[in-house]
């Protein structure tokens, strides 16, 4: 399994979900728009465009899991999206949840991600008090970007677009 991504690396990382934004949560069976795969009991449905967009984003961004799919990412989306293995933040929910709030994935990510690593990250479970969480990691030198995807949805190009922007601000 690979490792978090090179620090020497200068682009900054993206962390990629993978329910609710390549994984559309919805009962769609259309052919035309998603691309629907069966791992092991589940069905998924990734949009067409998404494997032509994570491509995109990787001249920008060291796309990285941050799902709480953990390394059966690696075993059973990546030949979907016509990826090589990605490196893992390894996420485990707490039935507590966090006192202060937060994302569950925020301990996760706050344990693996170097306290000066950019990043921007794709989630559909976002709620205000991260979007503060990264405003704060941001104003202390930190680029933080956070876009919540409509789970219904899955990644579109409007997000895409706004990765691509923010990234090239950071150059």
Same mark, same amino acid.
């Given at each position: 399994m690979?490792?978090?991504? *090179? ?5 900054? /990382?993206?962390?990629?979900? %993978?329910? $609710? %934004? ?15 795969? #069966? %791992?092991? #009991? ?7 465009? +998404? ?7 990787t $001249? ?6 941050? =799902? ?6 690696? @075993?059973?989306? +990546?030949?979907?999206? $016509?990826?090589?293995?990605?490196? +893992? ?17 925020? =301990? ?14 794709? @989630?559909?479970?976002? !709620? ?11 104003t202390?030198? %930190?680029? =933080?970007?956070?876009?919540? +995807? #409509?789970? $219904? ?7 895409? *677009?706004?990765?691509? =922007? /923010?990234? !090239?601000?950071?150059?």
């Amino acid at each position: 399994m690979p490792t978090l991504p *090179n620090p020497e690396d200068p682009r900054p /990382w993206l962390l990629l979900d %993978v329910d $609710g %934004v390549l994984n559309a949560i919805n009962n769609s069976q259309n052919l035309k728009t998603y691309d629907i795969h #069966h %791992v092991q #009991h589940f069905r998924i449905r990734i949009p067409k465009r +998404v494997p032509d967009w994570l491509f995109e984003l990787t $001249g920008y961004f060291v796309p990285t899991w941050a =799902t709480m799919w953990n390394d059966l990412a690696n @075993d059973h989306l +990546v030949d979907f999206l $016509g990826m090589p293995e990605l490196p +893992v933040i390894h996420c485990e929910y707490s039935l507590a949840g966090r006192l202060d709030g937060l994302h569950d994935k925020i =301990t996760c990510i706050e344990n693996q991600v170097p306290g000066d690593q950019p990043f921007a990250w794709l @989630d559909d479970e976002i !709620k205000k008090v991260d979007l503060d969480w990264a405003y704060l990691r941001t104003t202390r030198g %930190v680029p =933080t970007k956070l876009i919540q +995807v #409509h789970p $219904g949805m899955g990644l579109q190009q409007h997000h895409v *677009n706004k990765l691509i =922007t /923010w990234a !090239k601000e950071l150059s």
